[in-house]
């Protein structure tokens, strides 16, 4: 049995997964306040969510929810001695958009990022599996791609857009090699703040 915790964007969402078997599922969409309701949400799971290991959204997302979930999910590991992994938002992303729409062969992941810009990144089919490196980009500068899903498709794209966010019960989407991330932020972008010479 695996608790999956996701809080990288405005979703919070905690699931039990045996195999590719959803036991159990709490999600609500809370733009704010993952803090305040992650731990009730996994208490609402059976058996107040104990597992045998712990994955986690590593990000990119907002910076206080992923901060949020690898928290918990460390937390938790540690009382319970079990292993803590992690995934992307991205790969989960694209696991569930080809789940959705299986004929396509690959597409661009985009989503909200700071200051203006957008986190992208494009991944292939049938393998799942990333196509080029997560990147922070302008809207403008993101180049064209005729399938676009996440929550920002409509900024960066005229084709076909698929508006998607992650949810912790389509973790069985993603194959084993894309959920064993080690459990540390991945923020998508260098931090703002510089340190003094």
């Keep these: 049995m695996i608790l999956v915790i996701e809080t990288a964007t405005t979703a919070c969402s905690v699931a039990l997964i045996e195999g590719d078997r959803v036991i159990a599922h709490v999600h609500e969409d809370v733009a704010r306040g993952h803090a305040e309701r992650l731990v009730p949400m996994i208490a609402e799971l059976p058996g107040g969510g104990r597992a045998d ?5 590593c990000g990119p997302g907002s910076f206080t929810g992923v901060r949020v979930g ?3 999910a460390k937390a938790l590991g540690l009382a319970w001695g079990v292993p803590v992994l992690g995934y992307s938002t991205h790969a ?19 989503i909200e990022g700071g200051h ?3 986190f992208v990144q494009t991944f ?3 393998p799942l599996r990333a196509l080029d490196a997560l990147q922070s980009l302008p809207p403008a500068d993101v180049l064209h791609h005729p399938l676009v899903a996440g929550s920002a498709a409509a900024r960066i794209s005229a084709g076909d857009t698929v508006s998607i966010a992650p949810d912790a019960r389509n973790i ?3 194959p084993e090699d894309l ?7 991945l923020y998508g972008r260098a931090p703002d703040a510089k340190p003094n010479p």
């Excluded at 989960?92 to 690959?106: G, K, S, Y």
Aim: aromatic residues 4%; positive net charge.
């Design 53 to 57: 290991a712990v994955l986690v959204n």
């Design 70 to 72: 690898l928290a918990a």
């Design 92 to 110: 989960l992303l694209a696991a569930t958009l080809f789940d959705r729409q299986p004929e396509a062969a690959e597409a661009l992941i985009a």
């Design 116 to 118: 203006g810009e957008v």
């Design 124 to 126: 292939a089919n049938r």
């Design 172 to 174: 069985y989407l993603l």
């Design 179 to 185: 959920r064993r991330r080690p459990a540390t932020a």
